[in-house]
Structures are given as C-alpha cells and as structure tokens.
C-alpha cells in the first residue's frame, strides 16, 4: 500500500509537470498572436524564433511565423515555410490555403489552384478554400477571355464574359479587405477544427486574396494519427508533377524497387523507355483528377482520372496505381491504365 501511494504521489507530480507545459505552451501562442495583432511584427519573430528553437516540428508555431512573414512581406520566406508545413502536414488544409493566398498575390494562378484543391481534399469542407478557389477560377477565366479578345477584338461573347469575370473578381477583392480588418482581433475562428485538433486561433489574415478569418486560422497541434489518405494523395501529386517538370530522376524515385514493370521488360529498359518519353516532348502537362483512396494494411490503391498533354499528344484515361509505404515514402508497386 505504501508503495502505491508513492506511485501515486509521483503520478500526481508528473500530470502537474505535464500541464504546466501544456498552460506554458499555450500562453507562448497566445502571445505570439498577440504581438501579430498588434503589429509588432519584429517582436513577434523574435518570440517565435525562439520558441520553435525548442520546438521546431510544431505545427501552430511554424503557422504563425509563415503569417508573420507573410505580413513583413517576405513572400518567398513564407511560401518555404507554408510549403514545408505541407511537406511535413500534408492532413492540415490551412498552409495550402495560405499558400494559394501567397501565389494569387504573385500572379501565379495555376499554382493557387493547385494548393487550394490539395486543401480541400485534405479537408473537403473547408468553405474558405472552395471560396478562394471559385476566386481564382474567375481570375482564371478573365485570363482566357482576355486572351480570346486579343485574338478576335471583335467577339462580342468574349467580351461580355470577360466583363462578368472582372465583376467577380473585383466584388471579391471588396470582401476579401474587409474580413482583412475584421481577422485582426478575432479570437476564435469560424471554421471547424479538423478530426482530433482543438479549435484554431485567429491571429491575422494574409493578404492578396480571401483570406477570411477561418484562412488565417493558425491550425493545432499536428495530431499523431497521420492522415494516411492525404499523404498518399500528396505522393501521386508530386508523381504527377515530376512527370510534368520532366523531371526524370524525381519521376522514377516514386516506383519502388519491386515496380511490377510491365509487358515483361527489364527495369533498366522500361527507366530507358520512360526516360525518353518524359524528355522528348517540348512541354508537359499532367492532371491527377477526382482521385479514390483505399488502404488496407501498408497497402494503398489510388483510382482517378488522368489528363495528360503535350506538344505529341493529348489523352485522358483512368489510371489506378498501388502503393506501398517504404521508408516513410508512398512508392507505387503496380500501374494500371483503361479507358
């Protein structure tokens, strides 16, 4: 009995220690988002600095200081920071958000799309994320019209459509600096915490495009759980998008070591063969669309739609490709195309 009492008593000691640190923890974000709010940008560096000096995998800390930066107008230090977060946090939709946010204020819409539909397949009922992508599809479609105009000045439909699409985007630019001076002092976000996280806090909103104030929620603690699924996502993506960079080296590093090569070829003459097709055509362009996730144990299948353009061809087909997880890594074990 003595004994359990002392093993209780140092139980109770432990659970103190633990939240302390988890009180000292907040009070640090907190006063973080404080100075952010406040304007005082250096001080707020300072003190994130030297928090995320003891705890540099922290997910809300990294957030705030890629919203600081964002606000000392460092855009390319923030996209690193923002784009490491999605590297390490592929299941937290709110750096892909805050990303696109960056991109569109660049001009760099392509990449603004691509971020914002990895957000909301990370988190498909992320309300801001599908605003902002409707936002950028117009800026989009104003491009192509534009683009229409130039090439037939007389195109009464183009012209009219190109009309409406500037509509859009200027009501919501309107919006978007308005819920700027909104975001500031708010406290709680208005946006649902993801599965397993404590609700975000408001600390700022980033400029250049819709970021409410649910855009510039800094997200909780990573949970331990990774998201299996959007990992696997994020891998076909970067699969997709080596092949589109013609990237050869980055391409087939994704195909694990037992690839089942197909038509019975050695693995050096099917890398020779993929070699020469990512590099012969001028340009690529490779769209994942609308993909599937299953997993079951360490295995993955991943079913969607497959665009693919070039200066040789253009084809679209479903492609389903299997995963297995190696080293941390996604890597595709069998590929399967059909019409």
């Known amino acids: 009995m003595k004994l359990l ?16 640190a988890t009180v000292a923890h907040a009070d640090e974000i907190a006063d973080i988002g404080k100075l952010l709010r406040g304007g ?11 928090y995320l000096a003891t705890k540099p995998r922290d997910a809300q800390g990294r957030f705030l200081k890629g919203l600081i930066l964002t606000e000392q107008n460092k855009t390319a230090e923030a996209v690193t920071t923002f784009t490491r977060l999605t590297e390490d946090y592929p299941e937290l939709p709110e750096p892909y958000n805050n990303l696109a946010v960056l991109y569109a204020g660049q001009g760099q819409y392509e990449k603004a799309r691509q971020s914002l539909e990895m957000a909301i397949r990370t ?17 989009l479609a104003s491009q192509a019209y534009d683009k229409a105009l130039q090439l037939d000045s007389n195109n009464p439909a183009a012209q ?10 200027g009501s919501g630019n309107t919006r978007a600096r308005a819920q700027a001076s909104q975001a500031a002092p708010a406290t709680q976000a208005a946006v649902k915490p993801l599965p397993g996280s404590a609700p975000a806090t408001a600390v700022a909103a980033a400029p250049a495009a819709k970021p409410s104030a649910a855009a510039a929620a800094a997200p ?5 759980a990774v998201n299996e699924e959007a990992e696997i996502i994020a891998a076909v993506n970067n699969w997709a998008a080596a092949w589109a960079k013609q990237d050869v080296k980055a391409y087939l590093a994704i195909y694990a070591k037992d690839f089942k090569v197909p038509g019975g070829k050695s693995r050096s003459s099917w890398e020779a063969d993929r070699k020469q097709r990512i590099e012969a055509p ?3 362009q490779v769209k994942v669309e609308s993909p599937s996730v299953s997993v079951e144990g360490g295995s993955a299948s991943v079913k969607f739609r497959q665009y693919y353009k070039s200066n040789i061809v253009t084809a679209s087909s479903s492609k389903t490709l299997v995963m297995s997880k190696s080293g941390g ?5 069998d590929e399967k195309s059909g019409n």
């Open 329 to 333: 890594n996604w890597q595709i074990v």
């Open 5 to 20: 009492n002392i093993c209780a008593s140092r139980a109770c000691a432990l659970i103190m220690l633990v939240c302390a």
């Open 40 to 50: 005082q940008l250096d001080q707020a560096m300072q003190k994130v600095d030297s």
């Open 160 to 169: 009219s459509k190109l009309a409406m699409a500037k509509e859009l985007i």
């Open 282 to 284: 001028k340009k690529i």
């Open 123 to 139: 988190h498909p009922s992320y309300a801001t994320a599908h605003e902002n992508l409707g936002d950028v599809y117009a800026k």
């Open 220 to 224: 909780a603690a990573a949970p331990k």
